[in-house]
């Protein structure tokens, strides 16, 4: 992997917390591909595409306290069209005058294609540590 | 952001936290620009410049336990005279023979300009999830 | 440190966590030089080589639950012979329906070195912020 690819995904997972996190709902969605997909066990069925994908990150920031997506252990491989990027996201939950609980631990496995001049998520899946089906 | 002050950035980063929690204060001052200034709710009033941030890191280094800065969520855009950094910092406090204790989940936003040819923090604001008035 | 040098070890250290914890033990010991030693209080002697290095990450896929190597805080800097890596290294056990708990906060001091045209670990000594003696 190459220098200044490594460096655009490392940009690309860097802004991507902090945009769902502050309540950016359309630029988290447009992390994704216009067509992206995600695919979580915490939610009943993949959200598909920009409209859902902002509505999706919308109702996150209406939950209680404060929510933190930490990402860690980001690692980036070459596939036929594109990127494959595996990383450990954890949800840490702040509630007002109260310690961070660390709420859940995942990992995050995307497909990652060249969009509009620049790396977009065209599909994610997210496995839950706590799920026994899930890993 | 091109991929040469990417690495710049991460390595500044990548030292800092360890520079405080070694004991290192002056290494860690020396992160900062000679007026640095490092404000947040935490303490009273904002730290300015390389004596008292050095102070300031000596104080810190006096707690119980091993206390460390844990930082991931690096994003780095340009700014008009240097670079903005925003990152997740948490304070992870380990007592003897204890698990570790995730003390508190903060945002840092920090100003960065070039100084002595290399990147440094002029700025530096702490945002603690724990606290309504500083989100 | 150059932007290439410094891809190649977050992409190293990417890795690295992602094998062990999914059961991949002879990829995680190939992280190690052949000869590569991993020092850690948590066992009672150095673990030595490929053979010992894939047994150790054999063993450690059969605990209860499931362990995540959280890394964070990577810092690269040059030695005579290669390169040396510091960095946070948190234990995360989550048990079936259970919340994740962080179980360990360590520092890991790596000294890296070039083999069969990659860096390789050639050895790594583990403190633990919970042993007196360790830090």
């Not at 999706?56 to 404060?66: K, T």
């Amino acid at each position: 992997m190459d220098a200044d690819t490594l460096a655009l995904v490392h940009q690309l997972y860097g802004a991507q917390s902090h945009h769902i996190d502050e309540g950016r709902a359309h630029e988290w969605a447009e992390t994704f591909t216009p067509d992206g997909e995600f695919c979580s066990p915490s939610y009943p069925a993949p959200v598909t595409g920009t409209a859902a994908l902002t509505k999706f990150a919308e109702d996150f920031a209406g939950q209680d306290g404060v929510t933190r997506h930490v990402l860690t252990n980001l690692h980036v491989t070459p596939a036929d069209d594109g990127l494959v990027v595996r990383a450990y996201l954890q949800i840490v939950r702040t509630l007002p005058d109260s310690p961070p609980e660390l709420l859940r631990q995942t990992t995050i496995t995307d497909h990652l294609v060249r969009h509009a001049g620049t790396w977009r998520i065209r599909h994610r899946t997210v496995r839950r540590d706590d799920l026994k089906e899930n890993r």
